[in-house]
């Protein structure tokens, strides 16, 4: 169905219908765009994160305590 079709078929639906299909595009563009943000790459975080030697290391009682 071309553009001009699909906004013929619309325009003689009663408003309220007119409504639930401006709604469901909006829904659809959301759904889009949810799924085009969640698509990550390998490596996109390489030399982001840092991880220290000491990591495992207990912390000193002075970080617990506030005084450091």
Known sequence: MHN???LQEIEILPPELQ???SDFVIFL???QQKQSIKKRTVG???DK???H???DEPLADD???GEK
Do not use: P, T
């Open 4 to 6: 001009q079709e699909l």
């Open 19 to 21: 409504k639930q299909v």
């Open 29 to 31: 563009r959301k759904q």
């Open 44 to 46: 996109e975080y390489k």
């Open 49 to 51: 994160i840092v991880l």
């Open 53 to 55: 030697d000491d990591f």
């Open 63 to 65: 970080f617990w305590l």
